[in-house]
């Protein structure tokens, strides 16, 4: 099946622009339903990521930022990318905006990032709403660099733009889906389908048996670039388990191992996440995680056959009252 023109060769102010926009409307359009929204207080967030592959290339990334009372806030980032022989760093500023009730969650952020002296705009906006009791709506959009070593060194970036839906059907079996497409500046396009089916082995034990699918289709494959088959589908299954380890923090953990194919033929693939973070009643909200994979759709790496990903992850935010 071949993409539709309009699909794969979007307008030049449109890769640039989508994310951005896109952030700044729904930021907009939620400010402006202020009035329903919890009350804030000023915070420090913080992101950070730490990641190794076989093919040994590395890479480092922090967010620091601050929000005023409003939800409103500023920051910078860095990050640093390392393959024997090679490295290339990045710097950035943004803007940011958070909300949160019992009816939607909305983080959003936007700037400009100059990584290896390619300027780019950059940003990324999550937006989910409880539009019946079971179920949610939201969008989700981001536009950032294409961190290979070729993506990298010839400045490309993408844009990618998704729906996304949760469903409860019964109080222990959920799913979850994502639908969208990613523009990338080398003029390649990826429309993708997510879903996650989840149910819960014995009720309030945090104890879930769940698959997840993951299918997309790659306009101009092959360019060399980044891991881009003409197509890829795969179907996983695993098991999760969160546990509250006192009043203040949670365990986390999951497993799962599956299969993958493209048109060059299919191989097993597994995944493993653990990780810490404190109850979402509390103010301050912190959680650190580690995760390992041979999955080539962790990253944009085209490594070959016994191909690994490891990555460790953090996330803050410290109110003040």
């Not at 989508?18 to 409307?25: C, E, N, R, T, V």
């Not at 088959?229 to 953990?253: Q, T």
Request: net charge neutral.
């Amino acid at each position: 099946m071949q993409a539709s023109r309009s699909l794969s060769t979007p307008a030049p102010w449109l890769r640039v622009g989508l994310a951005g926009a896109l952030a700044i409307g729904a930021v907009s359009a939620a400010f402006g339903q202020s009035a329903d929204r919890q009350a804030t207080h000023s915070a420090i967030t913080g992101d950070a990521l730490f990641s190794n592959d076989s093919d040994h290339f590395r890479e480092a990334r922090g967010y620091l930022g601050y929000l005023f009372s409003n939800g409103w806030g500023l920051g910078g980032g860095v990050t640093y990318y390392g393959a024997p022989d090679w490295s290339a760093r990045g710097r950035g500023l943004f803007g940011q905006y958070r909300s949160a009730d019992a009816q939607q969650t909305l983080s959003a952020r936007v700037g400009v990032m100059d990584t290896d002296g390619h300027t780019t705009p950059t940003g990324a906006l999550d937006f989910m709403r409880h539009v019946t009791s079971a179920t949610s709506l939201g969008v989700s959009a981001e536009r950032d660099v294409v961190d290979s070593i070729k993506g990298i060194e010839k400045g490309l970036t993408y844009d990618s733009l998704a729906l996304v839906l949760d469903h409860q059907f019964t109080p222990r079996f959920t799913v979850g889906a994502v639908a969208g497409a990613m523009w990338f500046s080398d003029h390649n396009t990826r429309p993708f389908l997510r879903t996650r089916w989840s149910y819960e082995l014995v009720q309030n034990s945090g104890v879930n048996a769940y698959i997840k699918t993951r299918h997309y289709y790659d306009t101009d494959p092959g360019l060399g670039n980044y891991y881009s088959p003409r197509w890829l589908g795969e179907v996983s299954g695993g098991f999760s388990w969160r546990a509250a380890l006192s009043d203040k923090a949670v365990f986390f953990v999951s497993a799962d191992a599956g299969r993958q194919n493209t048109e060059s033929g299919g191989t097993g693939i597994w995944g493993a996440r653990i990780g810490l973070q404190n109850h979402r009643s509390r103010k301050m909200q912190w959680q650190v995680a580690v995760e390992t994979t041979n999955n080539h759709t962790s990253g944009f790496s085209s490594g070959g056959d016994g191909y690994r990903y490891t990555s460790v992850t953090g996330q803050l935010v410290v109110p003040f009252n």
